[in-house]
């Protein structure tokens, strides 16, 4: 009843704030998920920014606001503020209540601060029809940070033809009270709280579309788990269980920021770099003429120095290809891709001693860390749905036991008229498990949804969104189900 009290009070004051704000946008959502099998089908709950349960019944209720505003007078640069907040109710999931967005952001010129929750996008990629991102993807709850922004600018004296941009911030993970709570403590196994996150990226774009169709993307993108403490964790040089508080200092966020020279608390005589670290290199070609678009892209995902060189080969990648159909009433967006996590530097793991001064550094263990919970929040996989989240655990230990996988995964989408829009995913994935705890046979596991979503003219603002899944393996089970989604959007500002 105290909880029902709170959630109650939380929705009053959200619906005071859209009368009090007169925000432009306010906005309404229901789902309901349903289906056969222990969970439901893998795309009605991944890449949903968390919003979404694992179970195989569920349901959510959401309201939010959103608005962008112009502070200034000057048109040609005008400074920009948009805020926006979201709550969600569900039934039958992980969480009863959930702020999902809160966040303010300030934009001048080329500039952008974000200080809040907000929902992430995957770097030069189709988010409606991809697979997902390596290292940082849109399948868990969004982190709530601090986060500078620089979008890309042309760099002096090249005419346009060599820009950049970047981003670099620091947060804080939400899930530390979901974590004592899932975990079997009878069996003393890990978790964590308080954990601090910091990211960073550079990209760099060679080439002018209207000079030359064909313009190239390189960057580099890192994100490193830190600081919190660490309950039931077995470091090198802690094996008695007692909690790891970890610095959170200054040296800790410069570590983080910078991790060479960087180690753990518990390294001891091999020192590694401070905190869980995963990043990817990404490469994208594109052509762009006319009404049509061509892009290809490659992600490389490390989480060490033995990943950072090709040293140990580049036999672990996202390889994709976009294309951008004129606009026709069959299809409009068609993605293919290729994904493998099977190597993973190799299955020998070797740390350079004084007495063998030779270093291998395999094993690299995607996702998973010997101190933090890996590279997961609110149990689901930061990176790509497709190594397996820890709510997929029936013991409820918080690891990922299925990170050795190679995938090909399909997306279509179009938009027959103005009221309807479609998208149809088929992937099709066979999974190892670990190198530490390998499956006793290579498993299968293809997923397939379809969904459409329709805008009905007697109902401005409405959309209702259906979608049919079907998972198909042994992996998380055979399971068949359906989901829809209501909106009702208000446009407060529509005269």
């Known amino acids: 009843m105290t909880r029902l009290k709170h959630i109650c009070f939380v929705l009053t004051l959200l619906s005071i704030g859209i009368i009090k704000a007169n925000a432009q946008e306010v906005y309404a959502e229901i789902n309901g998920t349903a289906s056969t099998g222990k969970y439901a089908p893998l795309w009605l709950s991944a890449n949903k920014q968390g919003l979404l349960s694992v179970r195989p019944n569920s349901a959510y209720q959401r309201l939010g606001i959103h608005d962008k505003l112009t502070l200034s007078t000057d048109t040609a640069n005008p400074w920009k503020l948009s805020y926006a907040a979201d709550v969600t109710l569900a039934q039958n999931a992980e969480h009863t209540f959930m702020i999902h967005q809160l966040y303010g952001e300030i934009e001048y010129k080329k500039l952008r601060l974000l200080a809040g929750q907000k929902e992430n996008e995957i770097d030069m990629r189709n988010n409606r029809l991809t697979s997902g991102g390596l290292s940082q993807g849109i399948n868990a709850h969004p982190i709530p940070k601090v986060l500078l922004d620089v979008s890309y600018f042309s760099v002096p004296y090249t005419k346009g033809w060599w820009k950049m941009r970047g981003r670099v911030g620091f947060g804080k993970t939400t899930d530390g009270e979901w974590q004592e709570r899932w975990v079997d403590k009878t069996s003393r196994q890990r978790y964590t709280s308080n954990t601090l996150y910091h990211e960073k990226a550079i990209y760099w774009k060679f080439g002018r579309e209207d000079k030359f169709p064909l313009t190239f993307e390189p960057g580099l993108q890192m994100m490193t788990q830190f600081g919190g403490t660490s309950y039931n964790a077995t470091g090198r040089n802690h094996e008695d269980g007692a909690p790891i508080i970890h610095p959170e200092d200054f040296n800790a966020f410069w570590h983080a920021f910078w991790p060479m ?15 869980n ?24 995902c490390f989480e060490d120095q033995s990943m950072l060189t090709v040293q140990y080969g580049i036999f672990d990648h996202l390889l994709g290809l976009d294309l951008k159909l004129p606009d026709n009433p069959y299809v409009s967006n068609i993605v293919v891709e290729h994904m493998s996590t099977k190597d993973q530097a190799g299955p020998v793991y070797h740390d350079a001693t004084v007495n063998i001064p030779e270093s291998y550094t395999g094993i690299d263990n995607y996702y998973n ?12 996989a930061i990176g790509h749905p497709l190594i397996t989240s820890p709510l997929y655990n029936n013991d409820n230990i918080i690891t990922f036991r299925n990170n050795r996988i190679r995938a090909l995964h399909i997306g279509v989408d179009g938009q027959p008229s103005e009221r309807l829009t ?21 498993i299968s596991q293809n997923h397939f949804m379809a969904e459409a979503t329709y805008i009905p003219k007697f109902m401005n603002g409405c959309t209702a969104t259906l979608a049919l899944a079907l998972d198909n ?23």
Do not use: C
């Not at 860390?369 to 689901?380: A, D, E, I, Y």
């Not at 099709?428 to 290579?442: I, Q, S």
């Open 261 to 275: 020279g960087s180690e753990d608390v518990t390294d001891g005589m091999h020192p590694n770099a401070a905190g």
């Open 277 to 300: 670290t995963v990043g990817s290199y990404n490469i994208a070609l594109t052509w762009t003429e006319d009404d049509w678009r061509a892009r290809a892209y490659f992600e490389r």
């Open 369 to 380: 860390h010997h101190l933090f919970t890996g590279w997961q929040h609110w149990g689901m």
């Open 422 to 442: 479609w998208r149809a995913l088929a992937t099709f994935t066979r999974n190892w498990g670990t190198y530490a705890k390998p499956f006793d046979d290579v």
């Open 473 to 495: 393996g042994k992996l998380i089970g055979n399971s068949f189900g359906a989901q829809l989604t209501i909106r009702k959007t208000i446009d407060l500002d529509k005269k």
